[in-house]
């Protein structure tokens, strides 16, 4: 298991389109913005979600 340390730090449900909305708290603490592209990544059984600088 990774070393560093695990922080809820907001909670969404799956609409029925499959959407979701990012909490308050993440798009602030991570700087997104309307237009951003987010990355799925699997590793292992994780769902990471990550900000692409890549587009």
Same mark, same amino acid.
């Given at each position: 298991?990774?070393? *560093?340390?695990? &922080? !809820?730090?907001?909670? $969404?449900?799956?609409?029925?389109?499959?959407?979701?909305?990012?909490?308050?708290? @993440?798009?602030?603490?991570?700087?997104?913005?309307?237009?951003? *592209?987010? @990355?799925? +990544?699997? &590793?292992?059984?994780?769902? +990471?979600? !990550?900000? $692409?600088? &890549?587009?």
């Amino acid at each position: 298991m990774d070393d *560093a340390k695990r &922080e !809820v730090l907001g909670l $969404s449900k799956i609409t029925y389109k499959f959407q979701i909305t990012i909490p308050k708290r @993440v798009r602030e603490e991570f700087g997104l913005k309307e237009g951003d *592209a987010i @990355v799925f +990544i699997k &590793e292992g059984n994780k769902l +990471i979600l !990550v900000k $692409s600088t &890549e587009v």
